[in-house]
């Protein structure tokens, strides 16, 4: 992840505001620091603090040690205003985080018999025996408020000490981050109402950051003193401007829309296929995807979204030339005379299967990952996007020259975006 920063005196100026709320995160377990599990909750919940305004101003990973544990809330506290605590809320001998925290905020830990009743539940409904153990999870500092976790036993506590606020949260992502959105981000979102800056994101696919800033340049050129990110991942870079004037937040935002709007697919956690499927259902319309060089992909991400059964038909991979032909009805003569990837067969993947499925949309890919395969007509990294629709079929040439899985990604991410602007319109 790349990022532009400002520069040093405009910073020094914003950072006086930004840093009156000063957050701290302390990322807990071992095997962070053993390498075999990458932080992954220090970008989520860094992202989701910016968009209330808020930064993190120190990060600190330490292992399953009660001592480096207790020394690093310690010196935490002393200089944050909210600390957030993620692992260690388990029932295994190497959770103690509720423990540690207890004894620093001189808190007793007191059993909850609702919240030992709901654990229990938990385990009856899934026909396993509890063990003893589990119940620790039912032990709570005094006075700690209870975020619920739907996927798990472990709860999430929320207290306040001294005008600080201390969140625990449990280790496992898919616990964590359900658990953030839905019980923790309301309550920070009151804790610093009156602070915050303004900050507005700006989810883009379809040009590099190199591009997409000079795009923006008019925008730079009217506010000098707006903050203006940028963070490149793969097949997207992510805009963020930042201002704790109101009035300009709202202007910029205009000027952004109006500068590089076609491009932006999402305003906030909304993923490219969400949006896909939200358009969908909305205007009750229908996809099939026909992919080889995807190998599925396409149809992975739009079935990860909850109600694509509603939208999404069929996906079918025909990776051998011989079964593009049998199940996709490609013909022989067409591959023969222009090869597998070629605009022809892209199209007759995507116009067939649109044909055969009913689908209103019916995307295809055919390309070359590589890294073997190329030639000097179609090296690798080529690939021919198709897309059926009401109004006939087109097919589009791209050179993705990555790694297989980033050429995949990418591959199905511009197909996506492809169809993304044709709902749009
Ligand atoms: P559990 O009930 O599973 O024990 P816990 O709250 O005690 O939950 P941990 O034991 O610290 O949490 O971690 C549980 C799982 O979550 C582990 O698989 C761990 O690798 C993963 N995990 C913990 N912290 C992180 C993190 N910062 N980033 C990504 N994964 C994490
Ligand atoms: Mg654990």
Avoid at 152 to 175: D, F, I, N, S, W
Avoid at 184 to 206: D, M, Q, S, V, Y
Avoid at 401 to 422: C, H, M, N, P
Wanted: hydrophobic share 40%; net charge positive; charged share 25%.
């Amino acid at each position: 992840v790349r990022q532009s920063e400002p520069t040093p005196d405009v910073f020094a100026e914003r950072n006086h505001a930004v840093t009156a709320m000063r957050v701290e995160i302390i990322n807990t377990g071992t095997e962070l620091l053993l390498g075999t599990t990458p932080n992954t909750h220090l970008p989520f919940i860094a992202q989701r603090l910016l968009r209330l305004g808020l930064r993190v101003a120190r990060q600190t990973t330490v292992g399953d040690n009660r001592a480096e544990m207790t020394a690093a809330v310690k010196n935490a506290l002393a200089r944050a205003d909210i600390l957030l605590i993620t692992g260690g809320l388990g029932p295994t001998a190497d959770d103690f985080t509720r423990e540690i925290i207890a004894e620093i905020l001189q808190r007793k830990l007191v059993h909850d018999e609702n919240l030992a009743q709901l654990i229990a539940d938990r385990f009856k409904k899934r026909n396993i025996p509890m063990p003893e153990t589990v119940l620790k999870q039912a032990k709570i500092p005094e006075g700690a408020r209870i975020l619920p976790n739907p996927n798990g036993t472990a709860v999430g506590l929320v207290l306040e000490h001294k005008g600080k606020l201390v969140a625990l949260l449990p280790g496992p992502p898919r616990e964590l981050a359900p658990m953030f959105d839905e019980f923790l981000l309301p309550i920070l979102r009151a804790h610093c109402k009156n602070l915050r800056p303004f900050c507005r994101i700006f989810r883009t696919t379809g040009l590099p950051e190199s591009l997409l800033e000079q795009k923006i340049q008019p925008l730079i050129q009217k506010f000098p003193q707006l903050e203006v990110g940028f963070c490149a991942k793969i097949g997207e870079v992510e805009l963020r401007i930042v201002t704790e004037n109101a009035k300009i937040a709202d202007e910029a935002e205009k000027i952004v829309e109006s500068l590089i709007g076609d491009f932006v697919f999402s305003r906030g956690d909304e993923r490219l296929e969400e949006v896909i499927v939200r358009l969908l259902t909305e205007k009750k319309l229908t996809l099939a995807v026909a992919e080889s060089c995807t190998g599925g992909h396409i149809a992975n991400r739009i079935t990860n979204i909850s109600g694509a059964s509603n939208v999404f038909l069929s996906g079918v991979v025909t990776y051998s030339n011989a079964e593009k032909v049998r199940l996709l009805g490609v013909s022989p003569q067409t591959i023969e005379k222009f090869g597998a990837v070629s605009e022809q067969v892209a199209r007759e993947m995507a116009e067939n299967l649109r044909k055969k499925s009913g689908a209103t949309f019916a995307l295809s890919t055919t390309g070359i990952a590589g890294p073997t395969g190329g030639t000097s007509e179609k090296p690798v990294g080529l690939v021919f996007i198709g897309l059926a629709s009401p109004d006939g079929v087109e097919v589009r040439q791209h050179l993705f020259v990555y790694d297989r899985e980033t050429f995949k990604f990418i591959s199905a991410q511009t197909a996506l975006d492809w169809l993304r602007r044709g709902l749009q319109r």
